[in-house]
């Protein structure tokens, strides 16, 4: 399919913009090729033939670039003072204060942000890349790529809980509930000053849980394991993140195969994403395990096996509940395309009744109760510029009052947010009626990923709900989108981010010039040889080039 945007094919030299731009590009990777000797594959190559094709040897350059990439992130992130964590005395085993402190040394902040955000910049190029590399080559064993995840996961394993303090959270949630206190009533501070409180952000401390009776029954269970140690109640709550990741890992190549996909490049696309790196496993949000019951619930549909599907995606709807999607859009296409609306009918009310009675034996086995489906708004009480819904509220305030008109920003926050809240109803009902054209794991992805865009607010772990179930669907402009939306959201909603600026606002600006020419280094550098596309393999599933930017053509992943 030709685009617009291409050149013509009339051998007239590219004029304008365009034109420019591909000149650019095409001097871009004539320096990478040129200084490729000086780069780690150049290093390697001397040592000994880097190999491309079917011998797969040249994954090892990617794989060190990325465990580079996180190492740096966990170095900065691990350096005491850093703002990418809590800075409390006892909330991981190395790299905290001895005591509570907010004071940043000039040195300690710069060498922060420069391994924090530099990182970041190498791991999203490198994913980015190895995207391209493998979507130009033949079929990657699974095992290769697997092996990867596993060491650039590592170092972020290894150190405190990063950009997040929601974990804190859950461990003070979970004391609560062994002690037999309802979080759906009360928030973590009613408990009082205790280890498991003062790490809780103040803005939840007083807020109720609105998570599901899955979720805070096994959190439960991690306080009572823990002998009500905070620390130790972190860990196992890191270590419940990390299994949902592995059960990500597990049924997003399964479920690409079953597609007609390629396993391992889905994997790259979905596990060895950055988001998921720095939000799933870093951060320990328990989406990972939403995400990962989820799409092995849409897996065991695959598999034919209704009655399963149903019970594990309303198992993932316990944990938080917009999973609940899934059971409708699994019952819905149950019979196929051909069937009629009185032949869905069945699958439906099978669906409605393996959910109500995993909610209802939950919510009793638990003794909490159903109190969570009314904390489901709790989240909307943040007030952030990231979520369009809500930036419009407050510009709408803010241009209201410049004119003169008396409003207040609490009501025109409530009508876009209910503005937007209704748009992505109407895109979920319109993704609906055209499931059996689009197929439900798309359907269900696109609808989770409007929910999260258009509502109240937006935080990079809710975007993983519809990435990861888009992955072994993802082709051409969706995988555009999803690489697009991976790039953007890790820097969305950085902890610390007022205290970050006022430090900086009294660094010599130089120090902060020098941080900046940096990690524009770390963004420009060439990374080797292997990022050069072979020109005599090609990918079924990518689309012709539709934009040529430099780093790199998106398209063509």
């Not at 399919?1 to 095409?26: D, I």
């Given at each position: 399919?030709?685009?617009?945007?291409?050149?013509?094919?009339?051998?007239?030299?590219?004029?304008?913009?365009?034109?420019?731009?591909?000149?650019?590009?095409?001097?871009?990777?004539?320096?990478?090729?040129?200084?490729?000797?000086?780069?780690?594959?150049?290093?390697?190559?001397?040592?000994?033939?880097?190999?491309?094709?079917?011998?797969?040897?040249?994954?090892?350059?990617?794989?060190?670039?990325?465990?580079?990439?996180?190492?740096?992130?966990?170095?900065?992130?691990?350096?005491?003072?850093?703002?990418?964590?809590?800075?409390?005395?006892?909330?991981?085993?190395?790299?905290?204060?001895?005591?509570?402190?907010?004071?940043?040394?000039?040195?300690?902040?710069?060498?922060?942000?420069?391994?924090?955000?530099?990182?970041?910049?190498?791991?999203?190029?490198?994913?980015?890349?190895?995207?391209?590399?493998?979507?130009?080559?033949?079929?990657?064993?699974?095992?290769?790529?697997?092996?990867?995840?596993?060491?650039?996961?590592?170092?972020?394993?290894?150190?405190?809980?990063?950009?997040?303090?929601?974990?804190?959270?859950?461990?003070?949630?979970?004391?609560?509930?062994?002690?037999?206190?309802?979080?759906?009533?009360?928030?973590?501070?009613?408990?009082?000053?205790?280890?498991?409180?003062?790490?809780?952000?103040?803005?939840?401390?007083?807020?109720?849980?609105?998570?599901?009776?899955?979720?805070?029954?096994?959190?439960?269970?991690?306080?009572?394991?823990?002998?009500?140690?905070?620390?130790?109640?972190?860990?196992?709550?890191?270590?419940?993140?990390?299994?949902?990741?592995?059960?990500?890992?597990?049924?997003?190549?399964?479920?690409?195969?079953?597609?007609?996909?390629?396993?391992?490049?889905?994997?790259?696309?979905?596990?060895?994403?950055?988001?998921?790196?720095?939000?799933?496993?870093?951060?320990?949000?328990?989406?990972?395990?939403?995400?990962?019951?989820?799409?092995?619930?849409?897996?065991?549909?695959?598999?034919?096996?209704?009655?399963?599907?149903?019970?594990?995606?309303?198992?993932?709807?316990?944990?938080?509940?917009?999973?609940?999607?899934?059971?409708?859009?699994?019952?819905?296409?149950?019979?196929g395309p051909t069937a009629s609306v009185r032949e869905r009918a069945k699958p439906l009310a099978i669906g409605a009744l393996v959910t109500a009675a995993v909610f209802v034996g939950l919510s009793l086995l638990s003794g909490l109760g159903f109190g969570w489906v009314k904390n489901?708004?709790?989240?909307?009480?943040?007030?952030?510029?990231?979520?369009?819904?809500?930036?419009?509220?407050?510009?709408?305030?803010?241009?209201?009052?410049?004119?003169?008109?008396?409003?207040?920003?609490?009501?025109?926050?409530?009508?876009?947010?209910?503005?937007?809240?209704?748009?992505?109803?109407?895109?979920?009902?319109?993704?609906?009626?055209?499931?059996?054209?689009?197929?439900?794991?798309?359907?269900?992805?696109?609808?989770?990923?409007?929910?999260?865009?258009?509502?109240?607010?937006?935080?990079?772990?809710?975007?993983?709900?519809?990435?990861?179930?888009?992955?072994?669907?993802?082709?051409?402009?969706?995988?555009?989108?999803?690489?697009?939306?991976?790039?953007?959201?890790?820097?969305?909603?950085?902890?610390?981010?007022?205290?970050?600026?006022?430090?900086?606002?009294?660094?010599?600006?130089?120090?902060?010039?020098?941080?900046?020419?940096?990690?524009?280094?770390?963004?420009?550098?060439?990374?080797?040889?292997?990022?050069?596309?072979?020109?005599?393999?090609?990918?079924?599933?990518?689309?012709?080039?539709?934009?040529?930017?430099?780093?790199?053509?998106?398209?063509?992943?």
């Open positions: 399919m030709t685009s617009t945007l291409e050149p013509e094919a009339t051998g007239t030299p590219q004029s304008g913009a365009l034109g420019r731009l591909a000149r650019v590009n095409a001097w871009a990777e004539q320096m990478t090729i040129r200084l490729e000797p000086f780069s780690i594959s150049g290093w390697m190559s001397r040592k000994g033939p880097l190999q491309d094709g079917p011998s797969w040897g040249w994954l090892l350059i990617p794989g060190i670039l990325g465990f580079l990439a996180t190492t740096a992130i966990a170095v900065g992130g691990a350096l005491p003072d850093s703002p990418f964590k809590f800075e409390l005395r006892g909330t991981w085993f190395f790299g905290e204060p001895q005591v509570a402190s907010h004071h940043y040394g000039t040195a300690m902040l710069l060498s922060t942000l420069v391994l924090v955000y530099g990182g970041l910049v190498l791991l999203l190029r490198t994913w980015i890349h190895l995207i391209r590399a493998m979507a130009c080559r033949s079929a990657a064993p699974l095992r290769y790529v697997v092996s990867m995840a596993i060491v650039w996961a590592l170092p972020l394993i290894i150190v405190a809980p990063m950009f997040s303090r929601d974990i804190f959270s859950y461990a003070a949630q979970g004391e609560m509930v062994h002690n037999h206190v309802n979080p759906y009533l009360y928030g973590p501070y009613t408990s009082g000053a205790s280890a498991y409180t003062f790490p809780v952000d103040p803005l939840w401390q007083n807020a109720p849980a609105p998570y599901g009776p899955l979720f805070l029954m096994v959190d439960g269970w991690f306080a009572a394991a823990s002998f009500h140690h905070e620390l130790v109640t972190v860990v196992l709550l890191r270590f419940l993140a990390i299994a949902g990741v592995v059960l990500l890992a597990y049924a997003i190549p399964q479920l690409a195969k079953i597609l007609g996909r390629d396993p391992s490049r889905a994997f790259v696309l979905g596990i060895l994403n950055p988001l998921v790196l720095t939000s799933l496993v870093s951060g320990a949000h328990n989406d990972a395990l939403m995400a990962g019951l989820l799409v092995y619930g849409f897996l065991l549909a695959k598999r034919r096996r209704l009655i399963l599907a149903l019970m594990v995606c309303a198992l993932a709807a316990a944990v938080k509940a917009p999973a609940i999607l899934g059971v409708g859009y699994i019952a819905w296409e149950w019979l489901l708004a709790s989240p909307g009480t943040v007030r952030s510029w990231e979520a369009p819904a809500t930036a419009v509220g407050m510009l709408l305030a803010t241009a209201a009052h410049a004119v003169g008109l008396h409003t207040t920003m609490a009501t025109t926050i409530s009508v876009s947010r209910l503005i937007g809240l209704a748009t992505a109803a109407g895109i979920s009902v319109w993704l609906f009626s055209k499931v059996d054209g689009i197929g439900g794991i798309k359907a269900t992805g696109l609808s989770l990923l409007a929910i999260v865009i258009l509502g109240p607010v937006i935080q990079p772990w809710y975007l993983t709900w519809g990435i990861v179930l888009l992955v072994p669907v993802a082709t051409g402009r969706l995988r555009t989108g999803i690489i697009a939306l991976t790039t953007i959201a890790p820097f969305i909603g950085l902890p610390g981010g007022k205290t970050l600026v006022v430090n900086l606002l009294q660094v010599d600006p130089l120090a902060t010039a020098a941080v900046l020419f940096a990690c524009l280094v770390i963004f420009l550098c060439p990374l080797g040889r292997w990022t050069v596309p072979l020109a005599t393999d090609t990918d079924p599933f990518v689309d012709p080039p539709i934009f040529a930017p430099v780093l790199p053509r998106l398209s063509e992943v």
